[in-house]
């Protein structure tokens, strides 16, 4: 299963929201893609300014409304608001008919890391297809041994940008860890 309907994503909760208190670590994040560095990207109406990690925890997934990093490879680590047994993983992209979406991740894994970022547990090793729909929601390992408060996304390829990857959006679900 690499998707899931809408009625199925409107029952699920998104641990990774910037409104219920979701951040991004920044020191264990990739640099943001700064876009003056092209002149070409810079005269883009949707590319004048790079927007921060944190998009990726809001829901506007507007063109060009994206968290975008220098290359194709890097990573974003989200701390989540509680300790969360995850489950699963959306990744958004704009569709492939809005126009290019060479930018969007190809490969990437997830993990659990602890507070520290010493320790990372591989939760799933996964692509986003950019001929299927814009949402994909990718099952991750289950019976997990324990919670996480921090899960890190490790973009591996994209879809032949040469210059950056752009995020739109990272969704984790899950359950919350008993509180005993």
């Known amino acids: 299963m690499s998707q899931t309907s809408w009625e199925d994503r409107m029952q699920v909760s998104d641990w990774a929201l910037k409104s219920s ?3 991004i670590d920044r020191q264990r994040t990739s640099k943001s ?3 003056e ?13 790079a927007n921060p990690p944190d998009t990726i925890l809001q829901p506007d997934v507007s063109p060009g409304h994206c968290w975008p990093f220098q290359g194709s490879r890097g990573q ?7 300790q ?9 992209h704009i569709l492939k008919a809005s126009g290019t979406i060479s930018s969007a991740p190809r490969d990437f894994t ?6 520290e970022g010493e320790e990372e547990t591989l939760l799933g090793t996964f692509m986003y297809d950019e001929e299927k729909e814009a949402i994909q929601t990718f099952p991750l390992k289950n019976e997990l041994p324990r919670a996480f408060q921090y899960i890190k996304l490790l973009i591996q390829s994209n879809w032949g940008n040469p210059e950056y990857t752009c995020i739109y959006r990272v969704q984790v679900h899950g359950k919350r860890a008993n509180q005993n």
Do not use: H, K, M
């Not at 560095?37 to 300014?49: E, K, P």
């Not at 997830?110 to 507070?115: H, I, T, Y």
């Open 76 to 82: 974003v680590v989200i701390r989540l608001p509680a």
């Open 21 to 23: 208190g979701a951040t």
């Open 110 to 115: 997830v993990s659990g890391v602890d507070a």
């Open 33 to 35: 893609y700064e876009w």
């Open 84 to 92: 969360i047994r995850p489950t699963a993983v959306t990744v958004q």
């Open 37 to 49: 560095d092209n002149w070409l990207c810079g005269v883009c109406w949707f590319l004048s300014a």
